[in-house]
Nanobody
Framework: EVRLVESGGGTVQPGESLRLSCEVD???????MTWLRQAPGKGPEWVSSIKLGPYSTGISYYTGSVKGRFTISRDIAKNTLYLQMDDLQPEDTALYFC???????????????RGQGTQVTVSA
């Protein structure tokens, strides 16, 4: 069983930034990774994924609502995945969690190998 632990959530005002971390106990250099979120009263939503690629930075994908504001990255030496979130808006309020692998943008495919999440609240 793998271990994924998210941190970095909090309460911020619109326009501010947060960086989420996901510490894992497996080798990130050989694994695709994904961030998802679930807003209150709604189903889970795929946010971003980073896939292995020809470059050390990998290949990143984002859902449309966060493109240009969020950046996914990883520090292989620290076994940590990140999600830099800039210009946060109230609609970004959700529980954010990371998952091992990339299984497409359907959030129902990410029911295993994921963390417990970290709460992000954006409110004026």
């Amino acid at each position: 069983e793998v271990r994924l632990v998210e941190s970095g959530g909090g309460t911020v005002q619109p326009g501010e930034s947060l960086r989420l971390s996901c510490e894992v106990d497996f080798n990130l250099s050989t694994t695709d990774m994904t961030w998802l979120r679930q807003a209150p009263g709604k189903g889970p939503e795929w946010v971003s994924s980073i896939k292995l690629g020809p470059y050390s930075t990998g290949i990143s994908y984002y859902t449309g609502s966060v493109k240009g504001r969020f950046t996914i990255s990883r520090d292989i030496a620290k076994n940590t995945l990140y999600l830099q979130m800039d210009d946060l808006q109230p609609e970004d309020t959700a529980l954010y969690f990371c998952a091992r692998g990339y299984r497409g943008s359907d959030p129902t495919f990410y029911t295993s190998d994921r963390g417990q999440g970290t709460q992000v609240t954006v409110s004026a």
